[in-house]
């Protein structure tokens, strides 16, 4: 009999391997059959200091012995309370307040609703969110519509809110995009959601920190909330703890997961400047913040984030994070023959041929056939390949990575 499990973004009709994996150490996953696969994109870019990092292990070990799961409306916890000590020491001063939820999707729907919460408690009928052309916030219903409408949500378009849709900051484009956001806020928008500096699931599309300082500025102008999604971007993914950095910003929402606990277990936070919190803060019920999920803040996902921070106050990171890049950047600048190579941090991106029919064509899922048949874990976008590896993977494995890319290059796999 086959088995029961339906797959996140398979096309089970097609019949292609799910291999089982049963152990997962530094930047590497060990398969039942034996074999050992290089994790070249970290697992859905969760994993940062690599697999069962030992201290992470040790902490979620350590409070799973101690309390697995509370309620969190009305109760707290030390892993909770610390874990918020912890982000508001080390993210921008001006972030006050932190949300807990349990994915990149809810910290986005948590950011729109605090969002419209703050204009509606403040007596403003202000909806509208803004949004950059090919950006990806997650597949829950709100995230979905802040993202870019394509084959991934069609079918459910009736349930997807509109928005108001500006064009990506290409090279030589930026300033139309500027000049778009400038006149959407005319209009008195809610919010505006961007991924600072790399829309990921977008393409891997870069662009400079000139422009997201720039459009940041113009929603302080006009008065609208700037919602920075640094889901994929945080955690040093860029080259900076936040890319938000990288431009002097500071958004009014945040919204980190992903790496905030070193990729070990689901977590997501939303930090909120104190204004946001304080439109909320009344004697009023009916004006709090209407969410919640039963696993709120749960202390073990919590404690793994604790150890997170710690591996960040106590280990080099960002200079782990510096020389990775460095490393990358050798092997992309000797590959041949792709096309638009780039970098930001520790992403690099290229495509391989030159492919329109992007997520729907044959090359992504034929590429990444060919990467698993060598031993790696790449997940190209159509003919979009990236590679966004743990930030203790060693040489050996990365220039297995870069030749394969050759190689798919060289026979257009
Ligand atoms: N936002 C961004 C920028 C993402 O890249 C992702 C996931 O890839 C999400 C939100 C959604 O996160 P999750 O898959 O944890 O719901």
Same mark, same amino acid.
């Given at each position: 009999m086959t088995s029961p499990v339906w797959h996140p973004f398979t096309q089970h009709g097609l019949n292609e391997p799910i291999p089982l994996v049963e152990r997962a150490e530094g930047a590497a996953l060990y398969t039942a059959d034996g074999r050992r696969v290089v994790d070249a994109i970290s697992s859905w870019w969760v994993t940062t200091h690599g697999h069962a990092h030992p201290r992470i292990m040790a902490a979620i070990t350590d409070q799973a012995a101690r309390m697995d799961q509370i309620i969190f409306a009305g109760w707290t916890h030390q892993p909770a309370e610390d874990l918020a000590r912890g982000l508001t020491a080390i993210m921008p001063p001006e972030l006050t307040r932190v949300f807990y939820s349990d994915s990149g999707s809810t910290s986005v729907e948590v950011a729109l609703k605090m969002a419209l919460g703050y204009w509606a408690n403040r007596g403003e009928a202000r909806h509208r969110i803004l949004v950059t052309q090919h950006s990806y916030h997650g597949d829950t219903i709100g995230a979905m519509s802040v993202g870019?409408? *394509?084959?991934?949500? +069609? @079918?459910?378009? @009736?349930? $997807? /809110?509109?928005? *108001?849709?500006? @064009? /990506?900051?290409? &090279?030589?484009?930026? +300033?139309? #995009? $500027?000049?778009?956001l400038e006149a959407a806020c005319r209009e008195a928008p809610a919010a505006f959601i961007v991924e600072p500096l790399l829309l990921g699931a977008g393409g891997m599309l870069i662009y400079p920190p000139r422009v997201l300082a720039e459009m940041a500025a113009i929603c302080a102008r006009h008065d609208v909330l700037f919602i920075a999604d640094e889901v994929m971007t945080g955690w040093g993914r860029t080259g900076t703890l936040l890319a938000c950095e990288q431009a002097g910003v500071v958004p009014d929402l945040l919204c980190l997961s992903k790496g905030l606990t070193g *990729?070990?277990?689901?977590?997501?936070? #939303?930090?909120?400047?104190? &204004?946001?919190?304080d439109a909320h803060l009344s004697q009023d019920?009916? =004006?709090?913040?209407?969410?919640?999920?039963?696993? #709120? &803040?749960?202390?073990?996902?919590?404690?793994?984030?604790?150890?997170? $921070?710690?591996?960040?106050?106590?280990?080099?990171?960002?200079?782990?994070?510096?020389?990775?890049?460095?490393? +990358?950047a050798a092997r992309l600048s000797a590959l041949k023959g792709v096309r638009n190579p780039r970098q930001i941090g520790t992403v690099t991106a290229m495509e391989i041929a030159d492919? +329109?029919?992007?997520?729907?064509?044959? =090359? *992504?899922?034929?590429?990444?056939?060919?990467?698993?048949?060598?031993?790696?874990?790449?997940?190209? $976008?159509?003919? #979009?390949?990236?590679?966004?590896? @743990?930030?203790c993977i060693d040489d050996a494995d990365l220039d297995r990575i870069y030749s394969a890319i050759a190689e798919a290059c060289a026979i257009q796999a």
């Open positions: 870019e409408r *394509g084959v991934f949500n +069609q @079918p459910y378009g @009736p349930l $997807l /809110f509109d928005v *108001g849709t500006l @064009p /990506f900051p290409a &090279a030589g484009a930026e +300033q139309a #995009t $500027l000049d778009a *990729g070990s277990l689901p977590l997501a936070v #939303t930090m909120a400047r104190e &204004a946001i919190y019920r009916a =004006r709090m913040f209407f969410h919640s999920s039963s696993y #709120t &803040a749960n202390p073990i996902a919590c404690a793994a984030a604790n150890a997170n $921070l710690a591996i960040w106050r106590d280990e080099p990171v960002l200079e782990r994070i510096a020389a990775l890049a460095e490393r +990358q492919d +329109q029919g992007r997520y729907l064509s044959d =090359r *992504g899922p034929r590429l990444l056939a060919f990467f698993r048949d060598r031993d790696l874990l790449l997940r190209p $976008l159509g003919n #979009t390949v990236y590679v966004m590896p @743990p930030y």
